[in-house]
């Protein structure tokens, strides 16, 4: 019987044994196993497409004025910008965009136009923030009454098109001197506590000129609006998407095609986008 009982406990031990050593043997697997998952996930078929969408961006033909396509020459890139909007005029500039196959960036603010901002999401365009009120003297009377105008017009923005977009522009721009006015050192201010909160602030290197009048003439639009610095490879137009005095739809296509004559791409500004910014005067 001892005999027995003995020779069974060395069975045991062995298979034991036995087992120990093929559970040892598959551990790399397992590590591999996990690490293999791991790597999988960030090679998910959504971080693909983002990889593939970049390569049809950057490879992406342009459109000219026939329809004919064509693909870029220069190192130029061209942001088109428009601030204030949606407004009456919002839909024509996407048709003009729509014609050159391009999108632009708006800048905007709460109007009485707010359902077009998922046009312009839906059409190809990005949309970014601007105020919510767009009054001066209430935005820049405290940093706080900054801060509560931009999260509003974020919101506004989520609840019309479900962008959540951290791209802001200043109203005046960063350079702005009229904020003065109502707050000392204020944009100093704002240009830290935005970054903080994870906005990215735009400016711009060339404009239109649209805002400096009454009404500005379709000369003087693309006159203004074509002088840019020939160092620059990116080129942040302002514009205006507003009801009157804004962009000229005439100017906007004499503009796209100018860039288009210096071979330049088009683009939307995204969180990664160069940021061009202005002198902080205040
Ligand atoms: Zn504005």
């Not at 497409?49 to 693909?71: P, Q, W």
């Not at 949309?127 to 009054?135: E, Q, R």
């Not at 944009?187 to 400016?203: H, Q, S």
């Not at 009048?213 to 693309?222: A, D, F, I, L, R």
Request: overall charge negative; hydrophobic content about 35%; glycine content about 6%.
């Amino acid at each position: 019987m001892k005999v027995i009982t003995a020779h069974l406990n060395i069975k045991i031990i062995v298979i034991s044994a036995v087992l120990l050593i093929m559970f040892a043997a598959c551990i790399p697997t397992l590590v591999n196993y996990k690490l293999k998952q791991k790597t999988d996930v960030s090679e998910t078929p959504a971080n693909i497409k983002t990889e593939t969408t970049f390569e049809e961006t950057t490879e992406k033909t342009m459109k000219d004025k026939n329809g004919n396509e064509y693909i870029p020459s220069s190192n130029i890139t061209v942001y088109l910008t428009f601030d204030d909007g949606p407004s009456k005029n919002t839909n024509e500039i996407l048709n003009i965009l729509d014609t050159y196959g391009i999108g632009a960036t708006f800048f905007v603010i709460n109007g009485k136009y707010n359902s077009y901002m998922k046009d312009i999401v839906n059409r190809g365009s990005a949309i970014a923030l601007h105020s919510y009120s767009h009054k001066y003297p209430e935005i820049y009377s405290s940093p706080q009454a900054f801060i509560d105008d931009i999260c509003k017009i974020h919101d506004l923005v989520l609840e019309e098109t479900g962008v959540d977009t951290k791209i802001i522009r200043f109203p005046g721009g960063s350079s702005n001197t009229i904020s003065s006015k109502y707050c000392k050192n204020i944009m100093k201010d704002l240009v830290e506590e935005t970054e903080k909160m994870g906005y990215i602030y735009f400016d711009w290197n060339c404009e239109n000129g649209d805002a400096d009048g009454k009404e500005t003439s379709v000369e003087y639009q693309v006159k203004r609006a074509t002088k840019y610095n020939k160092n620059d490879e990116n080129i942040v137009i302002l514009m205006h998407d507003i009801d009157i005095c804004g962009v000229n739809t005439k100017a906007l296509k004499e503009i796209i095609e100018f860039y288009q004559g210096e071979g330049a791409n088009f683009s939307v500004i995204t969180e990664n986008s160069p940021q061009i910014h202005h002198k902080v005067n205040n």
